[in-house]
């Protein structure tokens, strides 16, 4: 094991936070979760304490696994997910990264379809203020013989302010020919005319801020066993932000 | 009710409204017709605030207070509803949670108590009924998905649970066919016609004023209004387009 901090020349800790990274290093092993063919899994992580969180996960044949992920605490908060398909597994991430002030956020996924029919799906959602930094990096690999793959990966971040910062790097690395892999990538801002057209309603500037962010994160806790928690928890730190 | 003195307004740099006075009495329907690009849009986004509309010079009073001195919330709450000319889809947000969020914040602004989720559906129940949407449509998410005709009727569902003492309807007949343009006028008769409210109907043609009889229509043209009269006037308008009238 790799007994040295990361750098920024180590592609995937290029933004991070790397004196907060060397404060804590050595980290420990990653959770190694490992679902039996034929199983289901879930697993929600609220990051709300400023921590790093490494996971490899290993989906045998015919299983499914659904993260749910909330990151949204301390300086520097790092979620770090690396999953392995076996034939005819499901993957499904719905996460939600929502940083103000000079926090440091980030969530980084690594997905390797290793055998055929695999399906993964990832959303993604970064919210972002005052000089906040928030990044996504978000790797699908598609092994020679993992043929009739598809991966689904939607990544959307909204910037509050000019003056943070999204970080959006999707990648794709297929070696099967008979794959369907898609990826949409989006950063902006708030739509002016939708907030004009709440606060025409007699809604407050900042409850209409509010209800629009609300809705950009709408649905990607949908399913989630925690889900009631992992809204409510977003809404209060979205009303923290506007 | 609203006093619209001597009103200028840039949109960016550009000077659109220049000089535009119009008296409107509570119990009134006023109309205001004329070509493309003579202001009749920027004049409903300054009334309700629009940021980037700027007033230059004038003034606007609404039930005697400095209307251009409020925010647009807060204009909304004071009684002003703006009818969209092109209404904004919000996607994740239900029409219901919005409209409740919309008139509690209102009611809230004007010290009234909220409603209720109770109260608040039968209200929106009753004005979904009266102008034909069903309740399904409702709990979708605002305007997301509707008919250029649907998003027109929805806007009249929000004057009506919203209940406004002054309507600006910005072009709300554009993109109906007969029939919802029939069902939209009951809706502007029912809600608003009465001596406690004024509409002033933004509107490039006659057709909506066959059911939506206004007291006064005004011409304007290149920001400023150039004639006043009855109800007569928008069909001289119809016969004889703006040209020799702008004059």
């Not at chain 1, 609220?46 to 605490?73: E, F, R």
């Not at chain 1, 919210?127 to 939607?154: E, F, H, I, P």
């Not at chain 2, 608003?192 to 006659?206: G, W």
Request: proline share 4%; net charge negative; hydrophobic share 40%.
């Amino acid at each position: 094991m790799n007994r040295t901090a990361p750098t920024r020349h180590d592609e995937a800790w290029r933004y991070s936070d790397i004196s907060a990274v060397e404060a804590a290093w050595p980290l420990a092993a990653p959770e190694s979760i490992i679902v039996p063919a034929g199983g289901n899994f879930a697993r929600t992580i609220l990051q709300d304490t400023g921590s790093i969180h490494q996971l490899n996960i290993a989906i045998g044949k015919g299983a499914t696994t659904a993260i749910h992920v909330l990151n949204i605490g301390g300086d520097y908060g790092r979620v770090e997910l690396n999953v392995t398909l076996h034939e005819g597994a499901d993957f499904k991430l719905g996460a939600v990264q929502i940083g103000g002030g000079t926090q440091n956020l980030e969530i980084i996924t690594t997905v390797t379809h290793a055998e055929p029919k695999a399906t993964s799906s990832q959303i993604v959602r970064s919210v972002l203020a005052g000089t906040a930094t928030g990044t996504y990096l978000g790797k699908v690999a598609v092994a020679r013989d993992a043929q009739l793959t598809d991966s689904v990966q939607s990544v959307k971040a909204m910037l509050l302010d000019r003056s943070a910062t999204a970080n959006a790097k999707p990648e794709l690395e297929i070696y099967a020919d008979d794959v369907k892999c898609t990826h949409g990538c989006a950063i902006g801002e708030l739509d002016a005319m939708g907030l004009f057209y709440l606060q025409a309603r007699g809604i407050a500037p900042a409850d209409a801020k509010k209800l629009m962010l609300q809705a950009f994160v709408a649905g990607v806790f949908e399913g989630a066993g925690d889900e009631e928690m992992l809204t409510d928890a977003a809404l209060k730190k979205l009303g923290e932000l506007v | 009710m609203l006093q619209i003195t001597n009103l200028h307004a840039n949109v960016g740099d550009k000077p659109i409204l220049k000089g535009l006075t119009l008296s409107l009495n509570a119990g009134e329907i006023h109309a205001i017709m004329g070509p493309n690009g003579a202001g009749k849009s920027t004049l409903g986004y300054v009334l309700s605030g629009r940021p980037g509309y700027e007033v230059t010079e004038g003034s606007v009073t609404f039930n005697g207070q400095d209307l251009l001195a409020l925010e647009p919330h807060e204009r909304a709450a004071a009684g002003l509803f703006l009818g969209f000319q092109y209404p904004v889809e919000i996607p994740g947000v239900s029409n219901v949670q919005f409209l409740r969020e919309a008139l509690n914040a209102q009611r809230k602004n004007r010290g009234e108590a909220p409603l209720s989720g109770a109260e608040f559906l039968k209200v929106a129940r009753e004005q979904a009924g009266a102008l034909g949407m069903d309740m399904d449509m409702l709990k979708r998410p605002v305007n997301v998905g509707f008919s250029g005709g649907e998003k027109k009727r929805n806007e009249m569902v929000q004057m009506g649970i919203i209940n406004p003492a002054l309507a600006i309807l910005d072009e709300t007949d554009s993109g109906l066919d007969i029939d919802a343009l029939r069902t939209v006028g009951d809706g502007i008769n029912r809600i608003m016609r009465k001596p406690d409210k004024v509409v002033l109907l933004i509107t490039h043609y006659q057709r909506l004023l066959d059911y939506v009889k206004p007291d006064f229509v005004h011409v304007l043209a290149d920001g400023r209004i150039t004639r006043t009269g009855g109800a007569e006037l928008a069909l001289e308008l119809e016969r004889n387009g703006y040209k020799e009238l702008a004059a």
